[in-house]
């Protein structure tokens, strides 16, 4: 089963809860939640407060990857803001295990994500307690980026390693540059769930309530086609 998660880093923040609202309409599965703070990537976009005021919108999964430094205090203010994953980067946190015990005791789901130059061995003894692993296929701070082909080479690795925990429930998350023509591709490589950002905002006319569907829709047919 696949997952579509748009990146709300590239709707109109002008209309936030109708750009939301639209893309799940139009099938979106998950709502993914960039948090950059100017310190871990150099770009600074939304926090708690905005999470807690879309929560009411829907009751799909809102997908909290956190850019930030440090990770721990920030993460029972996404859990009270109706988080239901949060997702952090190990090079964030001092005690990576603990960060991961901490979103749980939240109530929420935990990720961890590796930038394309992070290393898979953090993985190594921490495995089983995680909900998600995102790969990145950029850096991270920014949408619009080009993806990096050997985050396909990561995928593949990382699904190898799920397979051999025995934990299949683990989602497998692509993240930075997922379009229509790439999306198929990246699915045969392992992943199971897929943030697009400016490939779904970015697509139609702003006056148009439905503009989401034919991207939404062009993303499922190629996923169709993945065995
Ligand atoms: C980048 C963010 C992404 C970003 C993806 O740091 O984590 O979620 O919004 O945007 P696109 O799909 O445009 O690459
Ligand atoms: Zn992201």
């Not at 089963?1 to 099938?27: C, H």
């Not at 593949?156 to 683990?170: F, L, Y």
Request: some cysteine.
């Amino acid at each position: 089963m696949f997952r579509i998660a748009p990146s709300i880093l590239s709707a109109n923040f002008a209309k936030l809860g109708e750009e939301i609202t639209n893309v799940l309409d139009s099938g979106a599965d998950i709502i993914h939640f960039d948090v950059m703070d100017n310190h871990y990537v150099p770009n600074l976009t939304i926090g708690p407060l905005v999470c807690e005021a879309i929560r009411p919108l829907t009751k799909a999964m809102i997908d909290v990857h956190l850019m930030v430094e440090p990770v721990d205090r920030i993460v029972p203010d996404f859990a009270k803001a109706g988080a239901n994953i949060i997702s952090f980067h190990p090079e964030a946190s001092n005690h990576i295990d603990r960060t991961i015990g901490l979103i749980k005791e939240q109530g929420c789901k935990a990720g961890l994500v590796f930038n394309p130059a992070t290393p898979l061995s953090y993985l190594d003894h921490i495995l089983d307690k995680l909900d998600l692993i995102l790969i990145m296929s950029v850096n991270p701070g920014f949408g619009g980026q080009k993806f990096i082909p050997e985050a396909l080479n990561k995928l593949r690795a990382v699904r190898q390693r799920i397979e051999a925990s025995g934990k299949k429930d683990i989602l497998l998350e692509i993240d930075g540059g997922v379009k229509v023509d790439n999306i198929a591709e990246i699915a045969r490589a392992g992943a199971d769930t897929f943030v697009a950002g400016s490939a779904i905002y970015g697509a139609g006319k702003d006056s148009d309530p439905h503009r989401y569907d034919t991207v939404l829709a062009a993303m499922r047919s190629e996923l169709a086609k993945v065995k």
